[in-house]
């Protein structure tokens, strides 16, 4: 009302009423500002980001601090257009009114992410995706398809020749960004079919969204597809993928790691070898001794069913009896000597004529043997035989016993 004075309030009032006024008002609470960014400043502690955003009559201070900054895919510069996303609020401080980002994009890039999801959609639905061939366990040749310049070529070549230096690398250089970075590569990716390699290794060392915007075209995508040799993309990046990963037999996040993918480590594989062989050694020197005992056996059972076995057998048998029979012969022979030679004896005492040898002499007529006087008549005629020789004599007396 006229004639009334206001009140006194101080600056730090004022900023907070107006800071309080902009954020209770909801149109300013969500906002998306058009800009091209100049005076950008990384603070080298915090990490937060202070920039103006411009346009051609106007400007306002935009931040955005660092937990929202280590989400941006891409790193602002003064003199980039893009699209802030925050809210915008008082630095009452300076009573400066400014945007707080909570994200940034390169004004453009959402059409540009919808070209690209309408790409991937067009070629998923024509099964550029669905490609997963085996690599090889064991090549002999790898191609890489990069910058031939790159940090990331040596990345390949280092760990190819550490892990499996028996594996011959062919390098086809490639333009991987900028203008005609995409037919480029796609033009390397068909010279690699004509290398004689088992694998394809293509990509770059990371890099920005548009660094990258090479691998999210379809002629790179349709040069991976037809590929004959199974492939690696190996584009560099963590989070993302673009439509080479997608179309690619295998993906890797780094070149380092597509190389380690590539080749095996000739160390492990040795290793695994010997134990192999070791292993088989074992089983094939179980297996001869369990042969020669199942031989053996076989042998000893052929052995004694063998008719040279049975046949040899008979003739020990054979000559076994033959020796007990002549053993037996003998003793009876000598059973049979010593009777004879026994009864000989006999015979020898009993024998007449070993009485004539002792002086004894035989008398005989033609009556037979003469043992009496009484047998005898004067004028018989007698034989007297002796042991050695007879006499004939005539009878001329007869003598009686006494």
Known sequence: MPGIDPPIVTVSQVNRVVGMLIKGDKRLANVAVRGEISNFTCHYKTGHLYFTLKDEKTQLKAVMFADAAERLKFSPQSGDKVICYGGIGVYEPNGVYQIYCSDIQPDGAGEQAQALEELKKRLEAQGLFNQNRPLPKMPKRVAVVTSA????????????????????????????????????????????????????????????????????????????????????????????????????????????????????????????????????????????????????????????????????????????????????????????????????????????????????????????IVTSAKQLSPGDEITVKLAEGAVKAQVTKIIPAE
């Open 149 to 368: 310049g790159a940090a990331a070529l040596q990345d390949v070549i280092n760990v190819i020749s550490r892990r499996c230096p028996v594996v011959r690398l062919t390098v086809i250089p490639a333009q991987v960004q900028g203008v005609g970075a995409a037919e480029s590569i796609a033009a390397a990716i068909v010279r690699a079919q004509g290398s004689g390699a088992d694998v394809l290794i293509f990509g770059r060392g990371g890099g920005s969204a548009e660094d990258l915007s090479a691998f999210n075209s379809e002629v790179v995508a349709r040069a991976v597809y037809s590929s004959r040799i199974p492939t690696i993309s190996a584009v560099g990046h963590q989070t993302d993928f673009t439509i080479a990963d997608l179309v690619a037999d295998t993906r890797a996040p780094t070149p380092s790691a597509a190389a380690e993918l590539a080749v095996p480590d000739i160390s492990v594989v040795m290793s695994a070898i010997d134990g192999a062989m070791s292993r088989i050694r074992t089983d094939m020197l179980r297996r001869l001794s369990e042969y020669d005992r199942a031989l053996s056996s076989r042998m000893e059972l052929i052995s004694a069913l063998s008719p040279i076995s049975r046949l040899n057998s008979a003739a020990q048998r054979l000559d076994e009896l033959s020796a007990r029979i002549r053993t037996a012969m003998h003793s009876k022979l000598d059973r049979a000597e010593r009777s004879v030679i026994a009864n000989a004896e006999v015979i020898s005492a009993l024998n007449p004529l070993g009485v004539l040898a002792r002086g004894y002499s035989l008398t005989s007529s033609e009556a037979g």
